[in-house]
């Protein structure tokens, strides 16, 4: 749905993004992450073909971004940081009006206006002017705009900031049936424990370069090493050090919980169960440590800074 090769653009003497490559299939939700000035925006504004790429070429549901940029605008609906919402219009009166842009018919794009806004949950704000509206709710308008028109591909921009935590659910699920065999989604966001929800596959992206891109298990597999596990224990470890150490390899160990890394855990969990058991120890718990996106992230990311210390 989304192909992007050698993608660049330069502002003068200054690279925002620099040799960006990526495809995006069919019915992905897929995670664009990265700070702030990394280059996520202008990447998206290429793709939506208000930017024209210095190099490289890119197509978005089959029409390339500098060729077909009226079909690329017409396939695509986006959610920017900054809405631009006309406030003095009422909710339908403002979804009408782009309605009529996207040359929707009268009744079709009124219906699909009232469709959405109760989805949202704004079925009782539609006769209320848009400058009314609370933040959260000026980004779920913002929303159903790029919904109007029902298009294949969605570029979203931080679609949950500034909202509560039920508005926040109700996007997130909203976002998650979006998801179908013709439709594409492309999320840029700061809350990476929604990224990690939400996503089939992350690009991170950093000082406009992508540094890393795959679904979570494969950058997790790229910075992660051996398992680890954690077992809390009724009485305290402090004399046991030495014994644990000759089965594993500790990472940490406090009072009752031990925290340890192992390649074998179908091996070694036993001989640690059985060393506790010999020394008269009750356990408690023991579970494997889940690691996080934003781990993953803050590892990669401090992998690449570290690189370019070294390259200097």
Known sequence: MIEVQGLSKSFGEFRAVDNVTFSV??????????????GKTTTIRM????????????????????????????????LTEQHGLYERMRGLEYLDFFGRIYRLEAAARRSRARSLMERFG???????????????????LALVRALL???????????TSAMDPQSARLVRNAIKELRSDRRTIILTTHNLSEAQELSDRVAIIRQGRIIAHGDFEELARRVVGPPLMEL????????????????????????????YETANPAETNPNVLRYLLQQGVDVLTLSRVSETLES?????????????????
Request: without cysteine.
């Open 25 to 38: 299939e069919p019915g992905t939700v897929f995670a664009l992450l990265g700070p702030n000035g990394a």
């Open 47 to 78: 793709l939506t073909s208000i930017l024209v790429p210095s190099t490289g070429w890119a197509t978005v549901a089959g029409y390339d971004v500098v060729r077909d940029a009226p079909q690329v605008r017409a396939s695509v609906g986006v």
């Open 122 to 140: 704004l079925g009782n704000a539609l006769d209320r002017r848009v400058g009314e509206y609370s933040k959260g709710m000026k980004q779920k």
């Open 149 to 159: 028109h029902d298009p294949p591909v969605l570029l979203l921009d931080e679609p």
């Open 232 to 259: 809390r224990t009724v009485q305290p470890l402090n004399g046991m050090v030495e014994g644990l150490r000759a089965l594993v390899g500790i990472r940490e160990l406090d009072g009752d919980r031990i925290v």
């Open 296 to 312: 993953i992230y803050l590892n990669i990311v401090e992998e690449d800074e570290d690189q370019e210390q070294v390259t200097r």
